[in-house]
């Protein structure tokens, strides 16, 4: 089965630039939450779901930053 283009660190970060040059809020959104999904390490996590979060305000997008934001509270990183 051919790995998802998304898994692949390098195109995830391709993704991630073409998304900020388009100001393409709600998929800086997606793509950070799924790299926070694509680590095991908790501070590297923690600093992609921050990110997902904001930009998922920015987009306006209510039910995923609350989503993110119970995620972030799991994690200690949001009060």
């Known amino acids: 089965m051919p790995a998802d283009p998304v898994d692949d660190r390098a195109a995830l970060d391709a993704r991630l630039q073409e998304a900020a040059r388009a100001g393409d809020a709600g998929s800086l959104a997606s793509l950070y939450r799924r790299a926070a999904a694509s680590?095991?390490?908790?501070?590297?996590?923690?600093?992609f779901l921050t990110h997902a979060y904001v930009w998922a305000?920015?987009?306006?997008?209510?039910?995923?930053?609350?989503?993110?934001?119970?995620a972030l509270r799991r994690n200690g990183r949001l009060d």
């Not at 680590?39 to 600093?47: I, L, R, S, V, W």
């Not at 305000?57 to 993110?68: E, F, K, R, T, Y």
């Open 57 to 70: 305000l920015v987009a306006g997008d209510a039910p995923a930053a609350a989503s993110i934001a119970a």
């Open 39 to 47: 680590t095991e390490q908790p501070d590297e996590a923690g600093f």
